[in-house]
Structure formats: structure tokens, C-alpha cells
């Protein structure tokens, strides 16, 4: 007796839902990437070999690199509105008013490296010309002022004011720096009593053993 074949159907698998939940998870990553970004200066960091990450909030990261031969000093601090305050108390210390539309600025500006005398016009340069114009750095040999640690002061002072943080502070430094340029932020550190801090490093490969 033959027997009876069982007509074959195709399988159906609904994607809706796992195409659901791939464009929520890409959405996800989008909204809440950070940008990569650009330093003024190029900067080689040494190698270490412990691995510690650094917050990617509440950290005002000083960079130090070579400009034209000699050692220039970068500033940047996380949080637009630490930014805004910060900016409103240096208008102040320094007896310069800056404009809603430059604070606005200032708070997308990640990271600086000009004097304050020169910031509004540093402000007032587009995107373009921001990235061509060469930054002569953040003074810090002034013995009557050293701005950059009134720029350390007043954006501790305003996270403490705004979140009640204590901000950290990271260096950040190319591996061929001579010691001075290190020692002199570390004495900026130091009068502020800032005796903690992080060295950004990279992470140095080790070689395996056969």
C-alpha cells in the first residue's frame, strides 16, 4: 500500500519584532554616543600597564603639548552647565562681559586653549576656523595671576554649587614633555591642594610568553 505524502508548507517567521528591537538598540547607541573629540594638540601618551578608566563626567582634563617648540597648556571640563558657570565667574574675576550667545558657545566648546583676554574671539571664530587656528595656550607662568588655575577654581567651585561634586582632575600628556611643563601644572594642583589626580595613559601590550 503506497503511502500518503504530506503536502510540504513553508515556513513563516514574523520579523516585526526582532526588527523592532534592533532599531530601539540602534537608536539607543545613537542617542547616547559621544563624539569624538578633536584635541588642539597632538599629544602621545605614555603606556602603562594597569587599566583604570577615567569618569567620562565630572573630570576637568588639563592637556599639555608642544606648540611652535614650547610647552602650551589645554583646558576642558565636563558638563555645559559647569561650562556656563565657570565662564560667568571668569567675566567676573577678570572684569569681561560676555554675551548670552558667547556663553551659549562656550558651552559647546569641549576644550580651549587661549587666554581669557583673547576667549571672545577665540568665541566669535567659526567651526572651521577653530580647527586651522592654532592655539597658543592657557597661561600659567604669571606669578601675579595664573589663569589656569582660576579656570581649575571656578569650575571646582561651580560643580560643588551645581551637583555638590567634587570635580576629579585628570593630566593628560605627551610622553616626550620634558618634567617642568608636568611639574608646573602639578604646582598648580598642589596650591589648590589637589593632591589626587589621574595620568592618562595608554594601555602598554604585554609580550606573551612562549
Sequence with gaps: MPRVKVGRKS???????????A?????FFILTAKPRIDDPVKAEVPASSKLKTVPEDNLALITIGNVNGKDEVFY???????RKETLIAMGEKYKISFTPEEILKFQNTEVFGVPIESLKQFLAMSEDEKKT??????PTDSTATNQLGDWLYT??????????????????????EQYPAIDLVIGVLGKQKIFKFSLITDLKTVAKTK
Design 11 to 21: 515556513t513563516f517567521i514574523d520579523m516585526t519584532a526582532m526588527c523592532d528591537v
Design 23 to 27: 532599531f530601539l538598540l540602534l537608536t
Design 155 to 176: 569650575s571646582r567651585q561651580a560643580d560643588k554649587g551645581l551637583h555638590g561634586k567634587d570635580l576629579d582632575v585628570a593630566i593628560k600628556g605627551d610622553k616626550k
Design 76 to 82: 576642558s571640563v565636563t558638563g555645559s552647565d559647569i
Design 133 to 138: 587656528f592654532q592655539q597658543p595656550g592657557i
